[in-house]
Each structure stands twice: as structure tokens, then as C-alpha cells.
């Protein structure tokens, strides 16, 4: 007996450590969860700035060769465009002809591209899986069509095993200097690199026809230039599409022209800016929170500063830059920095209060967008071919009508793209230096992987040991202690007693099976002909309830009071729903982390404060009645409806919020195939139900 | 033969200026010290079997047993649609890029490949290339049905990443009678050479030595040299409009940057040549019959060289024109010039200038080959060879009626690495963006799929297209296979290269048809573009991005290693050094001492931390005791660590 004594004694530290750790469980998770949160909100301080990883890349060592010539042929271009808007009949397909004479009289080889716009539709079974040609395009109709206009300049020495790719969406509809603007910078650059001899990857110019939206057209050349469908079922290229009365016209193909892989992709376009300098706007962010290669944004935003002296900027959240709280937290990390300072002047942890907020507010609108998991521009069709690529948008403080600010403003985002297409093409291997997984704090300053982790860790660290002190107190609760252990009697009943978790457990899989039928539905909902958002969304949340019912009804009643025991019933269940939610958000931050951060960040204290309310209320002391309210208020805010219209409500206030604004948000994430609607159907709303479900336990 | 010496009296040769050359010891005797003849020196009065010594190339063939052999380094590719594919220029001097080397062994069928590795060491050596990288049976192939016919006994390897310098070109310049000092390879100006488009330098070997006709036995090397370079003024006379565009005006010494000094005082023959392709005597012809007032300058009289197109600033010696008895369809013109009656003081220099513009087409090939790839991501893929028709296959003698039916045989050639696992039964082929069986198109095929670092996957196909089809397309899905770690190129993350398939059109031949003449007979070019070969053309290389691993990996791989062993040593000593009884024996003994007060106060502390009941003293004491002066130790440190940050950080 003493030496078994002994031997409990002396368990492994590691052992001892748990033991520990499940013991003080709240503990551990009100530390965790505070330091998760910390970490989040130091993450703008810990930011490092951005450095050019790839030596190769040699940004700006190359004196810029554009010279005025070049743009007074781009503003040649630009005229005669914008000339031909004035009579706006026919203007479209004269465009084409224009712009193709324009890049064959420079040497590069031409084609034009025929697509069909898609409707976004929802595929359910197309999640993650790659584009296809051909098969969408049998739904789409065939009146529709978009004509891209394809350039391609052979590198004079090289052999054609890479290509560097220019974008610039132009709506020949539309028309306008805007709209030319950003050919004229193509058009200018891509005049100079016919004539260099230090090209050694291939230049494609896109001329993307963006009558139908930015993102299409690209896609589509993409798709076509990667899956073509030789076996021509649909007779998309081969049909004369509008009689040329151009003898030139004619004599484009419609066969696409290829070049080797791609190397990486910009996509050039001008906004109309109201602000006080030139600036340059950076997209990056492409399906499910994929980023380019930072040494990228790096190259652009070093040439784009140091050279051309543009400011360069990043989304922000505009909102969070005017508010009260994160101005305070940036004045106490402020102080802090500066205390910090004073121990050791090499620790530089401060940064001042009106660089945190801005860091912040990018930081918000990086993660944001991420989470999303839809792209901010047409680069994001790049990405899925894993191809780096931005978009790059130039913005002016006044019109473009006067020429010599026009021929100013050409000559420079000439010189920045033609740095940055010499810097790619000096790369011989693809980029793959620098990061891929990091968030933005500011143009030149970035979060990587490594530290941004941290938050999401200590986020998720405290569920494992909750839902473990959970079924340790199960065990305890029931008499299966070592006591009654003796009493062989009830063997039967002891061996269910331990398996009573099983119970539980169904009832998760229940709900989360029940989460996947509710991601499904919109698909169903969407083929009712004539329905308008706000309807789709009541039907959607009326079949939702029903399906849950039934489910229930159908296979968690019959066996849920075999077992009996309902006093620990609630913390089985809540220690399995913690678990799967673990597992789930596991899983997500593999896929999309942005999204697993902020999902962690909604429903983590909601899943480890839910407590029966009407234990609470039987309670009656301080600490229940505040656990009650908190578990209110968090219940009603992670409930991802309500989530979402808080949010739009605090970004664009309260006054114009429809109840269809949630299915069109939820429409727009299923058209992009984004995750984090599985996410939110698969993994949230699973986790919310069966934490209303316990907060309502019957116990 | 001549040696020739001079003297340096720059700062560089004369140590700063401090050993200067004093002229008035004139004249001076020169020794040449550790002088070496590249060639086999034979006095009058010795014999000449010390030419057989093993160290001269040509006897290095006789060791390797090589019956044929080519081998080309290229940069740049050769643009099919601009620079033509159908004459015997083109067809023949256009290479892949990087280095291709084939050979034709005169062994048995067992001995070949140990000969091949023998070949590619002796050549990288040569070449100062890494041709030796073609040792390795996972580069190199043995084609039979379409690249030459062959029995066994032909290799074939290409290294599409070879980087071509002038390294490679100084020793194909040593095997020259003059190398690049005189003759027509004075021309060879490096960066003028390197500044072109495309260059490719090719060395062909044949060895006779089967005849016992002492004549016809011996080695033949040839070597070729092809560039396409741009003229000088291309740069300078860019115009955007089109139709002012005059085509560039060029001479030998604009493009080069140097003249013809004459012949090479051991050349036979010494020749320059200018080849007006069809297409541009076609423009020509028809530019005279609409412009009446030039027909008293006749083509057939003054054959072009004053006409109203262009002037030739050389008046040539020899003018051939092509002759087609097939059919009257425009015929190209070659002019030829005899560098020998020119001189250093007079040196050879041909220019041509251009009055008018003109604008032809060269010849293409019948079907133009595209090669790309399909697919994204770093699973699968595909690779596609698109066969599209030009214009030149429409107006072409359909000789190759076989069974009544028109038929156009094409051959492909096609070599894939191992780690792209191309599943050969997926090829599809499409004709006239119609999927075909492939019984209808292909007429013979044969596959040696690819064993993992042993040996390349080899398809050779010959299609038998219908004449009139637009287009052809087939395509092969492959996997992307894994490679070890140490099988990564130091570039791994650039991709991995396919090299270019290789297209054949048999039934078209790359000739060109001259009137006999005596001189036609010498000149081993021209005689050579009226041999009968068929019509090749090389598609592009393409890169395969592969899954590359992290190569920072090996050092968190190491960490993670080092960290496991330490664990499980760790343990493993744990377990092997406790003895059970004894360490409980020394726990009663310590139990027996008194404990001190502090440490009686932390174990109080720590029980109440732990939230059970106060542990027995005797048990918890040791522990305890150790913590207490772990803590202290600690605590020591932490302060001198605080201290020395704080007054020298």
C-alpha cells in the first residue's frame, strides 16, 4: 500500500503539469483568452517593416529607359480612343481594332479572345476544386460576350519558358479618360519593351474588356489560356462574330497565342482620387485570404516611393481611424513603448498613437478582407493558378484633361511598371523568398505568420482544456469513483455511465450535419424565380428552424433520457461541442486563417462561458448573475446574422439595414467560393446552436 | 602555319611602367616556352603515326567509335513564323535551345550506352559544358522510329538549361584551320555574335570507315555557326508608322563590327553567300511586272544586284537561282562571293541597301507546332502539341496519296523526365477540333515509359493527318512526381524543364534545286542545301513549376530531430540509471533530517496552490529543499542578468 502511495506521488511532471492545468481550467482560460485578445491588439506594434527578400530582384538598380517619346505614342493612342467615344456607335468594336493595330505596329504578336460572362451561380459541389473549362460555359448565354485583346512580346534572346503578364481592364462602353488611362500607361511601357534587349521572360498585354466586371474577363483568358477545350463543342473562337469593316481586323485570330508560364501578373487601373497627392493603391488579396508573394508588394511599393515619389496606400478601415478606443490603446501602447525605451533604448516596441491607429485600421481591413475570402480585384484569378499578382490603382488629385499633368502623371506610372517588370524579369527562379502567409499593417510593414499565430494560439489553447476539465468533472460527478468501484453490482450501469458521452457527442453531429443541410439550402432558394433578398433570407431561416426540428425530433429524443443522470448531461455536451469547435477551427486556420482568427475571436468566449441560464438563475450570486448576462449578450452577438449587422450597423450605421443585406453578403461569399461560407454554415452556426442549446438546458 | 608575336609596352604588360622595353636591344629573339601545337606536327623526315596519339579529337572518335555524331549549343529560339522553316537553312540549322547532342555508335547494341557516357565526359570536357550531365540515363533516350533511322544505336540527350557562352564557342573556334583570326571567321566578333537573336554553333561528325577505299575512309567535321542578328540600325530607326517603315539596310562590317580580311591561308575555299528566299524574289518579280518602266532591268540579265528594290554594294561572282520543275511557283536566288581576291589592305565587305519596302513572308513550315501546358497547381497537369496549318501547306505538291487517300505524315518525337509521369494512355488527339480515335490518326506508335531515376518516358508517334485538316491537337496528362532532396537542382525553384519535342514532316523535303554546274560541286553549302532531308521543326521548352521543398526545411529538421533524440535519450538514460528501491531507500533516509523552515513554508505554499491538503513533510521535503535552492539559483542569476542589462545594455 505505501508504495503505491509513493508511486501516485510521483507522477510525471508532464503529468502533473495537466493535472494542473485542468484544475484551474477558468483560470487558464481567462488568462488565454485576454492574451489572445492582447496580442491581437499589439499586433500593429509588433509589425516589422517590409524588406526586399529576393536578391535577385535588384528594384530601381536600372536607370528608367521610358522616355517622353514613348508617352507622346501612348497619348496618341489615348486620343484617338477617346475620339472614337464621341460617337459611341460601333465604339466598341472599333476599340479592339484600334488597340491591336496599335500593339502590332510595335512587333507583338496579337490575338483576340471571345468570352462569355458567367452568371455567378452556386455550385455546391465546386468548392476548392479547380476551374473547368468548357462545362460552365453551357449555361451562360450566348448573346453575351466580352472580346479581349491579347499582345504578346517575344523576349529577343530568351526562350520563352516564362511570361510576365499586364492587365488593364478597359470598358469600351464606357469609355472616358479613365478608362484609356491605364492603356495609355500599358500602351507606353509596352512600346518601350519591343525595342529593349535585356528581356529575357515574355510580356502578354491583356486588354481586358470589362464591360461585364473586372474579374470576369480575366478569368476567362485564364482559363482559356490554361484548359483549353480543343474539341470545339461550343464553336466559341472559330464563329465570325462581327463583320470587320476593317481590313485589318480580320486578320486577328481568335486562336489564343500562348506563352510559357507565368511569372507574375500586374493589373493597371486609374481612379479618380480626391486627395491631396498622387497615390497608388495596392490589392492584394485574393480567394480565401491567399496573398501574393510579399517581395511583390515590396518591389512596387519600394519603386513606387523611392523613385517615383507616389504615396503608396493599403485598404483601411476608414471608420476605425475616427474612433475614441483604439486612439486610447494606441496612447497607452505609446507610453508603454516609451517606458519600455527608458529600460533599454534597443527595444524599439513604441510607436506613436496616430501610427498605431492607422496600423490598426489597415491591420482590421487586412484581416478582413482575408477572412473574406473573396478577391479585391482581378488578380485574384491569378491566384488561383498560382500565379503572383496585384492590382495596382493609380489615383490623381485632379482630372486628366490638362496634357502636360497627363503626360506627367503617364511618364511616371510608366517608369514604376517598367521597374517592376524589370525587377520580375531578373528573377530566375519564381518568388518564393519572401512571405506568403502575412497581414499588412501599412504599405511598408507587415505581421508574419509567426507572430500573428501567437493571438490565435492563445485564442485556442484554453478550449482542449476546458472541454478536458469538463469530462474530468463528469467522471467525478458520477459515482463511478473508486469508492463505489468495489460494488460490482451495477456493472452494467457503470459501463454506460462511461459511455454516456457518446450521447452527447450525437447531438453534436447532429447539429453539425444539420449545419451542412443549412449550407446547402441557399442553392435550392436561390432557383425560386423572382424572389427578392429579404424573402430569400426569411425562407432560408424558416427551413433552417424546421430542418433542425426534424432532425431532432427524428434522432436525438427517443434515445437523449436512456442513460438518465441529466445533472452532468450539459457539460458533456458542451465539452464535445468545444472539441469539435476545436477541430473545426483548427481546420480553418489552415485553409484561410483570417477567417479562423476572427471566428475564433466571436464564438471562443461564447463556447467557454455557456452555462445552463437556469442554473444561473438559481445561483443568485454575483458571479452567475454576470455569467448570465455575459452569456446573453455573447449568444445574441456570435449568432453570425446578428454578427454581421452589428458590424455593417457600426461601419455604415444603423439606419439602413435590410434584412436582405445578409443574404446578398452570403450570396456574394458562395459566388467566390469562399470558405469561410463553409465555415460559417459548417463550424459557427453548428457550434452557436449547441451553445444555445446548452444555455437552455433543462437541467 | 605562322606563329606571331608582339611586343607590349602598356602599363599593364610593363608592371606599371616600371620595367620599361628598351628598343634599342632591337632586334629581339623570342623563346617560347611550354609551347603547344594543337594540331599533329609533322616534320618532313618522321612518319606520321604519332598523329594516332590519343590526345587529338579526331583519334578520340576513332576510340569512341562514333559513326555519327551532332552536336549544337544554342541561345535564343528560332521564331518559325518570322524567320521561316521550310528551306533547308532553317529546317536544318534550327536547334532547341541549350545543348542537343546525338551519336551514332559503330558497337554492339550492350556496349552503346557505356560509349555514349565515354562521349558526353570527352565532349563536356571539350566543350567546357556540362554535357556530362547527359551521362546519366535519366537525360538521354533512344529513339527509333522518327528521329533518324537507326538500329539501337543512337543516342539522344538535350539540356534545355544549358547557359551558351563564349567558353563553349573558344574551343569550337580552336578546331577551325584559322580560329578567329583569319578568313572568314574573323568575323566572329563576340558581343556582336551574343548581341543577335539566335546563335547556335554546331559541330557534325561522320566517320566512313567501313569503305576500304582509302579515300573514302576518314572523318568529315563539319561546323556550323548560326545567327540571327539584328542590323545596327534597328534601334535607332524605329518609326511607329507603318507605312514609312523602311526595311534596315545592312553591311558585314555595320553587323559585325569587322570586314573580311581575305581568305584563310589554309582554306580550300572561302565564300560568302547571300540567300534572297522565295518569298522576297516573288515580291521582287511582282513589284517589276507592275512597275513597267523597270523591265529593261531584267532579273534574268543583271540577276537583281542594281535593281530597283535594293543595291548590293559587292558585285557578286556567281549567281544560281533555284530551279522548281515541279511547278512555277517563285524560286529563290543565291548570290555567291569569293572572299579570296580581297585583302587586310582591301578588305571584303558586302552591304545591301534598301530603296523600297518590302514586305514577304518566309516559307513555313507545312503545319506550325506549338507545344504548351495544361492545367494549374502542383498535382497534375498536361501537355499539349497544337499542329495549326500555314499558308505553305495549301499550295503543296500532294505527292503522298497512299490508298487514294491524301495524307499528311507527321512525325513527333517527344522525350518527358521521369518526375513527369505522363500517363500515356490519355493521349487524346483532335483534328479539326474533332476528337479522333487514335487508330485513325495514328499510323505507329511507340511508348517506353518512364522508370523513376532510370530512364525518361520516350514517345514517338507518326500521324497520318488527313491533307486538308486546319489543325491538330493531342495531349497527354502526366502527374507531377516527388523528388528527394538531394535530386533538386540548386534552382529549384525556377521549375523543371521539358526539353522540345521534335516534329517532322517526311514527306516534305528541305531542298533546294540548283542547275548543274561545276561549281555547285565544291562548295560544300551549297551542295548541302541540295541534299534531300525532311522538313524538322522543334517546339518550345517548357517549365514545369514542381513542388520544391522548403530548403530552409533542413535546419528546423535538424532542431526537431536533435530535439527527439534528446527526449528519447533522455528517457531511455532515465530508465536505464534508475535502480527503483534505492532512490525510495534514499527518500526515507532524507525523511529521517530535519527541514528547514523555509522550505517547510513552501511546501505549505504549493499545497495550498495546488488546492489539496498539506502533503506529509517527509514525503514533499526533498523537493522542496531542491526547489528552494533551484529558486535561489534562479533568482541569482535573473539579478545579475537584470543588473548587467540595465548599467552596460
Not at chain 1, 475571436?601 to 448573475?625: E, F, N, Y
Not at chain 2, 536544318?92 to 565526359?121: I, M
Not at chain 2, 529593261?296 to 520543275?325: L, W
Request: net charge neutral; aromatic share 12%.
Amino acid at each position: 500500500m505505501a508504495e503505491t502511495e509513493v508511486s501516485k506521488k510521483r507522477k510525471r511532471p508532464i503529468v502533473r503539469l495537466a493535472v494542473l492545468l485542468l484544475s484551474h481550467s477558468v483560470l487558464v482560460s481567462v488568462i488565454c483568452c485576454t492574451a489572445g485578445v492582447f496580442g491581437l491588439l499589439l499586433l500593429p506594434v509588433l509589425a516589422k517593416n517590409t524588406y526586399i527578400s529576393e536578391n535577385a530582384l535588384m528594384p530601381g538598380s536600372a536607370s528608367s529607359m521610358l522616355s517622353n517619346q514613348e508617352v507622346s505614342e501612348a497619348n496618341k493612342l489615348i486620343k484617338e480612343l477617346n475620339n472614337l467615344h464621341s460617337n459611341p456607335l460601333g465604339a466598341t468594336t472599333e476599340s479592339h481594332g484600334i488597340i491591336a493595330k496599335y500593339m502590332s505596329n510595335l512587333g507583338a504578336q496579337v490575338n483576340n479572345h471571345k468570352f462569355h460572362p458567367q452568371l455567378n451561380q452556386f455550385h455546391p459541389l465546386h468548392f476548392f476544386s479547380g476551374p473547368d473549362s468548357g462545362v460552365m460555359q453551357e449555361n451562360s448565354t450566348r448573346s453575351l460576350y466580352g472580346i479581349n485583346t491579347v499582345g504578346i512580346i517575344r523576349a529577343p534572346r530568351g526562350d520563352g519558358k516564362e511570361a510576365i503578364v499586364l492587365v488593364t481592364p478597359y470598358n469600351a462602353v464606357k469609355g472616358g479618360v479613365r478608362e484609356t488611362l491605364s492603356l495609355g500607361i500599358a500602351y507606353s511601357v509596352f512600346s518601350l519593351l519591343t525595342r529593349v534587349t535585356w528581356l529575357a521572360k515574355d510580356i502578354i498585354w491583356l486588354v481586358a474588356d470589362s464591360q461585364y466586371g473586372e474579374y470576369a474577363p480575366v478569368a476567362a483568358w485564364l482559363r482559356d489560356y490554361h484548359t483549353p477545350a480543343f474539341s470545339n463543342l461550343d464553336s466559341l473562337n472559330t464563329e465570325t462574330c462581327h463583320v470587320g469593316n476593317n481590313n485589318f481586323e480580320s486578320k486577328i485570330s481568335y486562336g489564343i497565342r500562348r506563352s510559357g508560364t507565368m511569372a507574375a501578373a500586374l493589373v493597371l487601373g486609374v481612379a479618380y482620387g480626391n486627395e491631396n497627392e498622387d497615390t497608388l493603391g495596392i490589392y492584394a488579396e485574393a480567394s480565401n485570404g491567399q496573398m501574393p508573394n510579399l517581395d511583390l508588394i515590396n518591389i512596387v511599393h519600394y519603386l513606387a516611393v523611392h523613385r517615383q515619389g507616389l504615396r503608396v496606400k493599403v485598404e483601411q478601415f476608414h471608420w476605425l481611424l475616427n474612433s475614441k478606443w483604439v486612439k486610447s490603446l494606441g496612447e497607452v501602447f505609446e507610453s508603454l513603448g516609451k517606458m519600455v525605451k527608458t529600460l533599454n533604448p534597443d527595444w524599439k516596441l513604441g510607436i506613436s498613437a496616430a501610427d498605431y491607429v492607422e496600423g490598426a485600421a489597415t491591420l482590421a481591413s487586412s484581416l478582413y478582407h482575408q477572412a473574406l475570402g473573396v478577391p479585391t480585384g482581378p488578380h485574384g484569378a491569378f491566384r488561383d493558378y498560382q500565379v503572383d499578382a496585384i492590382t495596382l490603382e493609380f489615383s490623381l488629385r485632379i482630372s486628366f484633361d490638362r496634357l502636360d499633368r497627363r503626360n506627367d502623371f503617364l511618364l511616371h506610372g510608366g517608369r514604376l511598371i517598367e521597374g517592376v517588370i524589370r525587377s520580375v524579369n531578373n528573377l530566375l527562379e519564381k518568388f518564393h523568398q519572401s512571405f506568403f502567409l502575412y497581414l499588412l499593417t501599412s504599405p511598408s510593414k507587415f505581421v508574419s505568420v509567426g507572430v500573428y499565430m501567437i493571438a490565435f494560439a492563445l485564442l485556442v489553447a484554453p478550449l482542449p482544456v476546458v472541454a478536458a476539465s469538463l469530462y474530468a468533472k463528469t467522471l467525478d460527478l458520477n459515482p463511478t469513483s473508486e469508492k463505489d468501484k468495489s460494488a460490482t453490482s451495477n456493472e452494467l450501469g457503470s459501463v454506460l455511465q462511461s459511455w454516456k458521452w457518446l450521447n452527447s457527442v450525437k447531438t453534436v453531429f447532429v447539429v453539425h450535419f444539420w449545419g451542412a443541410t443549412v449550407s446547402l439550402l441557399p442553392y435550392f432558394i436561390s432557383q425560386i424565380p423572382d424572389s427578392d433578398p429579404t424573402t430569400n433570407f426569411s425562407v432560408w431561416i424558416l427551413l433552417s428552424i424546421l430542418s433542425l426540428e426534424i432532425l431532432r425530433w427524428i434522432l436525438v429524443s427517443p434515445s437523449s433520457h436512456i442513460y438518465g443522470l441529466p445533472q452532468g448531461e450539459w457539460a458533456t455536451l458542451k465539452s464535445a461541442t468545444i472539441s469539435s469547435f476545436f477541430i473545426g477551427l483548427g481546420l480553418m486556420s489552415v485553409i484561410n486563417f483570417a477567417t479562423a482568427e476572427i471566428g475564433a475571436l466571436l464564438m471562443v468566449p461564447m463556447a467557454l462561458m455557456a452555462h445552463p441560464l437556469k442554473l444561473d438563475v438559481r445561483g443568485q450570486s454575483l458571479r452567475s448573475i454576470l455569467r448570465m448576462i455575459c452569456n446573453l449578450v455573447l449568444g445574441v452577438i456570435s449568432f453570425p446574422p446578428a454578427t454581421f449587422f452589428v458590424f455593417k450597423g457600426v461601419i455604415e450605421g444603423f439606419s439602413g439595414i435590410n434584412a436582405g443585406d445578409f443574404w446578398n453578403w452570403v450570396e456574394s461569399l458562395w459566388a467566390w467560393n469562399s470558405a469561410t461560407y463553409l465555415y460559417i454554415g459548417m463550424v459557427h452556426l453548428p457550434c452557436w446552436v449547441l451553445c444555445v442549446q446548452i444555455l437552455l438546458h433543462p437541467c | 602555319m605562322q606563329i606571331e608575336a608582339s611586343l607590349w609596352n602598356a602599363s599593364w604588360a610593363t608592371d606599371g611602367g616600371r620595367m620599361q622595353i628598351s628598343l634599342s636591344y632591337a632586334p629581339f629573339e623570342a623563346r617560347y616556352r611550354g609551347f603547344d601545337v594543337a594540331r599533329c606536327s609533322v616534320d618532313k623526315s618522321s612518319d606520321m603515326n604519332q598523329c594516332y596519339a590519343s590526345h587529338y579529337w579526331w583519334n578520340e572518335v576513332k576510340k569512341f567509335r562514333v559513326k555519327e555524331m551532332e552536336l549544337s549549343f544554342t541561345q535564343g529560339r528560332w521564331r518559325y513564323e518570322q524567320w521561316g522553316g521550310f528551306d533547308p537553312l532553317s529546317s536544318n540549322n534550327a536547334k532547341p535551345p541549350g545543348v542537343e547532342l546525338w551519336a551514332v555508335f559503330d558497337v554492339p547494341q550492350s556496349l552503346v550506352d557505356v560509349y555514349w557516357r565515354n562521349l558526353t565526359h570527352t565532349l563536356s570536357g571539350l566543350f567546357c559544358a556540362s554535357i556530362n550531365f547527359l551521362e546519366s540515363s535519366t537525360t538521354y533516350s533512344a529513339p527509333e522510329l522518327t528521329f533518324k533511322p537507326s538500329f539501337g544505336n543512337l543516342r539522344y540527350g538535350t539540356l534545355p538549361r544549358e547557359a551558351v557562352c563564349t567558353e563553349n564557342l573558344t574551343p569550337w573556334l580552336k578546331l577551325l584551320p584559322c580560329r578567329d583570326k583569319a578568313g572568314l571567321s574573323a568575323l566572329m566578333d563576340r558581343p556582336s555574335i551574343y548581341r543577335g537573336f539566335y546563335h547556335s554553333q554546331r559541330l557534325r561528325l561522320t566517320s566512313s570507315e567501313s569503305g576500304s577505299d582509302e579515300v573514302d575512309s576518314g572523318i568529315g567535321l563539319e561546323q556550323t555557326l548560326t545567327v540571327v542578328l539584328q542590323p545596327s540600325s534597328w534601334r535607332t530607326g524605329k518609326t511607329y508608322s507603318v507605312e514609312t517603315n523602311i526595311q534596315p539596310s545592312w553591311s558585314i562590317s555595320s553587323i559585325f563590327g569587322r570586314n573580311i580580311p581575305g581568305k584563310c591561308v589554309i582554306a580550300k575555299s572561302s565564300n560568302v553567300y547571300l540567300h534572297l528566299d522565295n518569298g522576297l524574289v516573288g515580291e521582287l518579280k511582282n513589284l517589276e511586272r507592275e512597275n513597267a518602266k523597270y523591265v529593261a532591268n531584267t532579273f534574268e540579265s543583271e540577276g537583281f544586284q542594281s535593281n530597283h528594290a535594293f543595291k548590293i554594294s559587292v558585285t557578286p561572282d556567281k549567281v544560281f537561282e533555284e530551279v522548281d520543275y515541279l511547278h512555277g511557283k517563285s524560286t529563290s536566288v543565291i548570290y555567291g562571293f569569293s572572299v579570296e581576291k580581297y585583302s587586310d589592305s582591301q578588305p571584303f565587305d558586302l552591304g545591301l541597301t534598301w530603296k523600297i519596302p518590302v514586305v514577304w513572308s518566309c516559307q513555313q513550315a507545312p503545319l506550325h507546332a506549338s507545344r504548351f501546358l495544361m492545367g494549374s497547381g502542383n498535382e497534375r497537369g498536361a501537355i499539349a502539341i497544337s499542329l495549326e496549318s500555314t499558308e505553305s501547306s495549301e499550295g503543296l505538291p500532294t505527292s503522298h496519296i497512299i490508298d487514294g487517300r491524301c495524307e499528311l505524315r507527321v512525325d513527333i518525337f517527344q522525350v518527358v523526365p521521369w518526375y513527369i509521369k505522363v500517363y500515356f494512355h490519355t493521349l487524346q488527339v483532335f483534328v479539326d477540333k474533332q476528337p479522333r480515335a487514335m487508330a485513325d490518326v495514328v499510323d505507329k506508335i511507340r511508348v517506353s515509359p518512364s522508370k523513376d531515376k532510370v530512364s525518361p518516358g520516350v514517345m514517338e508517334m507518326i500521324l497520318k493527318l488527313p491533307c486538308g485538316s486546319k489543325s491538330a491537337a493531342f495531349s497527354l496528362e502526366f502527374d507531377k512526381g516527388f523528388l528527394h532532396i538531394d535530386e533538386y537542382p540548386p534552382d529549384a525553384n525556377q521549375g523543371f524543364d521539358i526539353p522540345s519535342a521534335l516534329i517532322s514532316f517526311p514527306s516534305f523535303n528541305a531542298r533546294m534545286n540548283f542547275s548543274e554546274d561545276e561549281f555547285l560541286n565544291n562548295s560544300p553549302i551549297l551542295s548541302k542545301f541540295q541534299e534531300t532531308s525532311p522538313v524538322l521543326s522543334y517546339t518550345e521548352v517548357l517549365l514545369i513549376p514542381l513542388t520544391t521543398p522548403d530548403f530552409s526545411m533542413p535546419y528546423n529538421v535538424i532542431t526537431i530531430t536533435c530535439t527527439v533524440f534528446a527526449l528519447y535519450f533522455g528517457s531511455l538514460l532515465n530508465v536505464l540509471r534508475r535502480r527503483v528501491d534505492e532512490e525510495e531507500r534514499i527518500l526515507r533516509s532524507r525523511a529521517g533530517r530535519k527541514a528547514g523552515w523555509i522550505s517547510q513554508l513552501l511546501s505549505r505554499l504549493s499545497a495550498k496552490l495546488r488546492g489539496r491538503p498539506q502533503e506529509q513533510p517527509t514525503s514533499s521535503l526533498p523537493y522542496s529543499f531542491i526547489s528552494f535552492r533551484l529558486v535561489l539559483k534562479i533568482l541569482l542569476v535573473a539579478s545579475i542578468a537584470v543588473t548587467w542589462q540595465y548599467y552596460f545594455g
